[in-house]
């Protein structure tokens, strides 16, 4: 620590950190538009621009960057001198000169960074009466509207989507008074991280395009912490409503998850909630009048009549226990394909004693050595893999150290960055996104990655198994990874699901426990935002109820489309058999369309529920806007005729009967959480038109609706002082409209939130597992038949999202995966189309092929989670010829 001088007043602070951050961890505003906490700093605005003096006898000082002065014992700077104030109102004037002023149509307006900081530098009159410059705009794909004229030239959109988030196709075009920011031509943005532009840029150049279509000024949503259900990783978000309608998602800063970023698919899968897919009324097979009450009536004699449950790795976990306390123990299913069940089994038996602690994606960027096996991360974990992107930057980190550059200085580190990069290496079946960042990648079927895994864990520690029979090449890569992440101090082993293969899984727990370095880390990644929770809490497989359906009649499914975890002549089965199906959910499926029952659950949005992330962590969302009646919680439905029984007993009683989840009742505060008892407003202070909203249907204004399940209230009047930071609905502070905002919530800028992050992790590194000894032998193709490997996709395999109309456009179009090999064995070219039959039924599909040259032989890859691949599952035999019919059309 260090002392240091500002405007006469003295400051300890941490030195060596840039003069900017530092004034905003202490509460003084200063203005700046290139600077960015997660970016670092360039200089390329000019507009935090404060005076420096030499010592205390110096009073006339010079001008200096904020962003780009280090801090140091003794600095002596003002920012509220004369000199320093007038430049940062001449520069943002000359900064504004191109501008359009078109604040009142602005879709960043009442939000936007540039409005903040104009104000703040005291640039109130305009001057400039020439000719404006002006830019043609770009179609960038469904996610981004783009608005050229708006920019202001801070260079912080390249430096995200290009340096941060690995992207290639948005550029800098032109120089001086002139530059573009965009494509080489218009196109939808390629890149999966995208939809940060949005509040990445200062000003409205790039704008949510969703939330342009129904749009609503930021004082006018109503906000409430939520949990990202599109994954696994549990980011933190911040949804908004108007009207009754869900208008967008943003970012919600978590120290420990998400930080400043969201991928594509958390920010803009949203769209299901106001599907016309939507399940919003009872239905009963053959009483098309049928009423809430009897629906309930109905359901209730089900539940009292005894009833198998199925549960779901989608819905919370009160969800979940709600059903299993009404159906019991014994009869509760979890709902999961059983490859899946086996896989999220032995990853929870391994986070819970095997010794090797998950660290949480802050963490994970601290690495400086990562293998990932098995894995495409940006299709099954988005967030993870920017996360892992940044990781190879600590090699260039600490050689800047070195060399006396400080960490923030952004061009000089990337400069290092050149011939410095932590070692990342990347096993999977296919190419992935991560591939350039990469020091060596792998391709091979699931038993060869599982393989390479066994002989780097080898190759570490002689204890572990070898595989035998490796190949030259297998066993120089094992070597030179081995070597790599034994030099580490804070290596990083990759794996999860997405590969189908539990001897992935098992090899990637030998390699870490094999490594000497006591900051190992071993992460999993699970496909759904659930999936860990519902493990924990246990339950019996899928199969088992297929097996006992004609003995107990009634079924009761939970959030599950079952043809999605099971094959399709075995699903029909089921429910054929099945005397009386009720399904609970909020979108129509395959299932619910064969259900006698069917009852309107609540969304995310709209219902309040626990999850359990990846990492172990539990966390907590609450409904954003009441749901429309007679939609109700998965959970309300399921306590029906128990008057008693709210959310936080439902939350305490689950706690109670699993000791792993006993925490969670410490994931967010209860219901009776009040400051200077007022609930907390979920309507910012500026929320207008309450009354004339609902004026076509009642004059008078109607009572505002009750919460007694959470801390906080359908209005905007109550409790905001004093508000813990994790349970701010809305980040704002006087000055500060924009999500930059987010800094008054900090207890250091780009560090945790003030009073801890949310959410609190159930599950710490423990025990010591044995080495696992079981490793399979190599694949080898098999003459007429191929091996099917189900791969996701971002934009179309999970469940929600794919119902989101712009997710839907950059859904990847149906289509088979080949070896050159094999194409050209086949005779298929690319684009041809070809026949798949399942070999152990009738399924057939007709797709066209792609061909990538390094995918396994013997194999053949189909997008997971589209429609058109639900009757496939996981390593099915399939057979393949060229379909010459269509070629002949």
């Given amino acids: 620590m260090v002392t240091i001088d500002i405007d006469g007043v003295q400051y300890r602070v941490k030195e060596g950190e840039s003069l900017l951050p530092t004034c905003l961890e202490l509460g003084l505003d200063l203005p700046y538009f290139c600077w960015h906490p997660a970016l670092g700093s360039v200089g390329a605005c000019r507009q935090c621009a404060v005076v420096q003096y030499r010592d205390p006898a110096d009073n006339r000082g010079r001008l200096v960057m904020a962003c780009m002065t280090p801090v140091t014992d003794g600095l002596r700077v003002s920012l509220q001198a004369e000199a320093a104030r007038q430049f940062r109102r001449d520069n943002i004037e000359l900064l504004m000169i191109n501008h359009p002023h078109d604040c009142p149509v602005c879709e960043e307006g009442g ?20 000719r404006k410059r002006t830019h043609k705009n770009q179609y960038l794909g469904p996610f981004i509207n783009h608005e050229m004229n708006r920019c202001i030239a801070c260079y912080r959109c390249v430096r995200f989507y290009d340096d941060y988030a690995g992207g290639r196709d948005l550029q800098v075009f032109g120089i001086h008074n002139n530059v573009y920011f965009g494509r080489f031509e218009d196109g939808a943005l390629e890149n999966e991280f995208s939809g940060n532009l949005a509040e990445v840029c200062p000003t409205g150049v790039f704008t949510d395009r969703t939330f342009s279509a129904h749009y609503t000024r930021k004082w006018d949503l109503q906000t409430a912490p939520s949990v990202c259900v599109h994954c696994g990783l549990g980011c933190n978000t911040a949804p908004g409503e108007r009207y009754g309608e869900l208008r967008r998602i943003v970012n919600r800063y978590n120290g420990e998850i998400n930080g400043y970023f969201l991928c594509d698919r958390g920010r803009f899968g949203y769209g299901f909630v106001n599907s016309p897919e939507r399940i919003l009324q009872p239905r009963l097979y053959g009483r098309p009048d ?39 123990q014994e009869n509760f299913y979890l709902g999961l394909d059983d490859a899946e069940h086996s896989l999220l089994e032995a990853i929870a038996d391994l986070l819970r004693e095997g010794g090797i602690r998950s660290p949480s994606l802050r963490e994970t960027e601290q690495s400086d050595a990562v293998l990932i096996l098995g894995e495409d991360l940006t299709h099954s974990a988005p967030r993870l893999a920017l996360s892992l992107r940044q990781a190879v930057r600590n090699a260039a980190f600490d050689r800047a150290r070195s060399v006396n550059i400080p960490p923030w200085l952004d061009k000089p580190v990337r400069e290092q960055q050149i011939d410095y990069r932590s070692p990342l290496y990347v096993a999977s079946v296919c190419a992935t996104s991560l591939d350039d960042a990469a020091e060596a990648v792998y391709r091979g079927a699931p038993e060869d990655v599982a393989r390479l895994g066994f002989a780097v864990a080898h190759q570490i520690d002689p204890r572990a198994p070898a595989p035998a029979d490796l190949s030259e090449a297998m066993q ?7 070597k790599s992440l034994s030099q580490a101090q804070r290596p990083l082993v990759v794996s999860g699901t997405a590969c189908h293969s539990l001897a992935v899984i098992e090899a990637a727990y030998n390699v870490a426990k094999a490594l000497p370095a006591k900051d190992t880390g ?10 860990l929770g519902l493990v924990l809490m246990g339950g019996k497989r899928l199969r088992h109820a297929f097996e006992r359906i004609r003995e107990a009649g009634h079924v009761i499914i939970l959030e599950n489309d079952l043809y999605r975890r099971a094959p399709k002549e075995e699903v029909d089965a089921f429910l054929q058999a099945g005397q009386q199906v009720a399904v609970i959910d909020c979108l129509s499926s395959m299932t619910s369309e064969k ?137 704002w502070a006087p000055g500060w409209n924009s999500n930059q905002a987010v800094n008054k919530f900090q207890d250091e800028i780009g560090g945790h939130l003030r009073g801890g992050d949310y959410g609190v992790r159930l599950i710490e590194a423990a025990g ?62 690319p684009g041809d189309r070809i026949e ?6 009738a399924s057939v599909l007709v797709l066209p092929v792609r061909i990538e040259p390094a995918f396994p032989e013997g194999c053949v890859g189909l997008t997971a989670g589209l429609p058109e691949t639900l009757g496939f599952r996981p390593f099915e035999k399939v057979t393949l010829k060229k379909n010459t019919e269509e070629a002949s059309r």
């Fill in 111 to 130: 939000e936007c960074h540039l409005q903040d900081m104009t104000l703040m530098s005291g640039h109130t009159v305009r001057r400039y009466r020439g």
């Fill in 476 to 482: 120089a890569l094992a070597e030179r990874i081995g």
């Fill in 290 to 328: 049928l009423t809430t009450e009897a629906a309930e009536q109905h359901f209730r004699s089900w539940l009292n009549g005894g009833a198998i449950g199925i549960g779901s790795p989608r819905a919370s976990l009160e969800a979940n226990f709600a059903l299993r306390s009404r159906v019991g």
């Fill in 836 to 841: 798949m039959h399942s070999v152990s039924d």
């Fill in 768 to 829: 010591g597992g044995d080495w696992f000894r079981e490793i399979p032998e190599p694949f080898k193709p098999e003459s007429g038949r191929w091996r099917l490997l189900l791969l996701p996709h971002i934009f179309g395999s999970e469940e929600l999202s794919r119902r989101s109309p712009p997710i839907g456009e950059r859904a990847p179009n149906p289509g088979v995966l080949l070896s050159r090999t094999d194409a050209e064995t086949l005779g298929i070219a």
């Fill in 522 to 531: 071993l992460v999993f990644t699970v496909p759904e935002c659930n999936s």
């Fill in 595 to 731: 259900a006698a029952l069917v009852l309107p659950a609540a969304t995310f949005a709209e219902s309040d529920g626990t999850l359990v992330n990846s990492e172990g962590r539990a966390q907590r969302f609450f409904q954003i806007y009441p749901a429309p009646e007679p939609v109700r919680s998965s959970w309300q439905w399921l306590s029906s005729g128990r008057k008693d029984l709210s959310f936080d007993t439902l939350t305490a009683a689950c706690a109670e009967t699993f000791p792993e989840l006993a925490a969670i009742i410490r994931a967010a505060p209860g219901a009776d959480f009040t400051v200077d008892g007022m609930k907390i407003p979920r309507q910012p202070h500026r929320y207008s038109g309450r009354t004339a909203m609902r004026a076509h249907v009642k004059v008078s204004e109607s009572q505002r609706p009750a919460d007694p399940e959470t801390p906080f209230a359908f209005s905007m009047e109550g409790a905001t002082a004093d508000v813990p930071a994790a349970l701010e609905p809305v980040v």
